[in-house]
Structures are given as C-alpha cells and as structure tokens.
C-alpha cells in the first residue's frame, strides 16, 4: 500500500474501521474474537496517525494468516504463577488476545501486591505497543511493555544483523490530562517506517542502516534487501535492544529474535517471539499522588521549553480523527474493501 501522504485522502468513522477490519482478519482466518482484539488495535494506529502499524500493516497479516506461520484461532493458556507472576502460553497466536485473555488477573495481582508481570511467550506480536500498555494508565496504573522481533538490527560494533526493532512502551496516568504514553523502537527507525519510505521513493536520514555490505546508505530498499537497520544512539540503544532480548525472550520463555525461522512459510511477516508487560499500582508507595506528581513533572518540562510531550501527537490525531473520521489513502481503502471478499 502507498503513503498516505502520496494519495487522496478518505475518512471513514473509527468504529466503520473496525468492522472493517473484523470482517478482514475472519475472512483470512482468525476467530471472531481475535479478529476483534487485532481489528482494534490496528484501527486505533491508524486513528492516532501511527500508519506504519495502522492498515499498511493489513497485508502483511493476510499474507501470514495465508502461509500457516500463526495460528489466528489460538486460544491462550493463562497460568496463575504467584502473587505478582501471570504466564500465558498464546499458543502460536497473536500476542494482543493473550493479553485480553490474562488482563483481568493481571489487574488483580496488581491491585493487591502493588505489582505485577504478565509473560507472554509463543506469541506473534505486528501491531504498536503502545495500545497493550495506555489503558492501563487510564486505570491509574504504570505500565511497562517490551516486545522483541525478527532480526534486522545490527548491535553497535558488530558485523551483522542480530537483535530485533525491540520496542519499549511506556505508560503512566498523569493528572488534569490524557496518561503520558510513549512506544518506541530501540532501532534507529521503525522497520514499518522504512517498509513505507520505500514505498514512497523516499531517501532515509543519515544513521539508520547499511546495506548489504555493512556500509552505511540512506536507501530503505538497501536496508529491506539486505541491509539492517542500525540502533539508536549507538551502544546506549543496543544494550537497551538487548535488554529487551533478555526480558521478552529469555525471561518470558519466548524466541530471541534470531531463533526462528518462517522460510518454510512462504509470505509470513509476523515474528515469533515473546512480550513482557509490568504493572505498577502506585498508590501503594502512599504520599502524595502519583498522578500529580506527574502532572508537576510535565509543568515544569513545559517551563523549561518543552513544547511537545511523547504521545502528545498521537493524542492530537486522534481527536482530529473523532471530529473528521479516520484518515486513510483512498486506494488503501479500496484494497481493504476488496480484502472482506464481498
């Protein structure tokens, strides 16, 4: 699908969307009830300007739920650990519905130890993260989600590629405003981002990748075929990359980016791998409140010239979104309409 930015732009209303994209991944393949989670979740990028993990990312689910790599009727297995501890096997399914399935024990171990961890493992994970950790926030709660991915991320000072885009998604209620939330790649740049700027003809910063003979290129099809990306900030990003390894992966039980292999599965996208995700609930640590806290936080970054907070964008399209409809490329519509089969 083209950039958004390339084509004429349509709107259509965000619970329309959803339906829509029910009626996509059941006609591909997956139970009503994962169709329901993953069309959320997917809408709501979308809605919130996220296009990199909104519908551009719909072929890409089709042509994996086509290949036989996930199983889009997986029903989790949610195991009760300990007091702070939930486990979900999501049994070579879609990470979001493992998610679903445990939340609201998760919620409860929180409340009562004051926290509490969520390890998923046997999960396929293609969407944003931060939708599994802002309603929490919305709850009150501190959320903490990391998800690693396939290999294309060269670790600072190696040859080749090894780790994952290896996302980081936070989440916090902040009070008198909308929770602070900010998900972000541990890459230099989001693999989707680079998937559309190709797309688009569109040559990449300075610093994101190198090609296929490990030199550095601001050509995202370099990058796509052969290359990889590069981690931000150099060595500070790729230990937190690897970080991200060690909890998503070895902690939950899930597959290091580099452990699996879709070449028997001819059109698969989606990695195999794991997500952790930690509760806080921060009225335990009494005192005053930890949303105001926040709230005083947040003021006084504005005072020093701070003039946009992380999430603050995403906030912004989505009330655009509410007032217009969501935005979406005319022709992408089009293709989506023609993927219901109707």
Known sequence: MPSPARSALAHIAFSDLVVLLRGIF?????????????????ASAQRDGAHSHGVFRMPGYVSTLASGWVDG?????????ASGYVRV????????PALAAARGLLLEKARSAGIAVLAIHNSHHFAALWPDVEPFAEEGLIALSVVNSMTCVVPHGARRPLFGTNPIAFAAPCAA?????????????????????????????????VDSQGLATQDPNAILNGGA?????????????????LLAAALTGGNFSFEFDWDQHPGAKTPWTGQLIIVIDPRKSGGESFARR?????????????????????????EHSALHGVAI??????????????
């Open 26 to 42: 059941e006609r591909h393949g997956t139970s009503a009830e994962v169709a329901a989670v993953l069309a959320t979740n997917c």
């Open 73 to 81: 009727r997986a029903v989790p297995v949610v195991e009760d650990v």
């Open 89 to 96: 096997d999501a049994r070579n399914g879609f990470a979001q």
């Open 177 to 209: 405003s909308a929770p602070i939330v900010f998900d972000m790649a541990t890459s230099a740049m989001a693999h989707g981002d680079v998937q559309i700027a190709a797309r688009a003809g569109e040559t990449l910063p300075p610093g994101m990748g």
């Open 229 to 245: 990306l590069l981690p931000f900030g150099g060595h500070k990003g790729s230990a937190l990359s690897m970080m991200v390894e």
């Open 294 to 318: 926040a709230q005083t936080l947040v003021a006084h970054m504005h005072e020093v010239g701070l003039s946009r907070m992380p999430g603050e964008r995403r906030y912004r399209e989505r």
């Open 329 to 342: 490329a005319e022709q992408e519509l089009a293709q989506l309409r023609a993927m219901t089969g109707d």
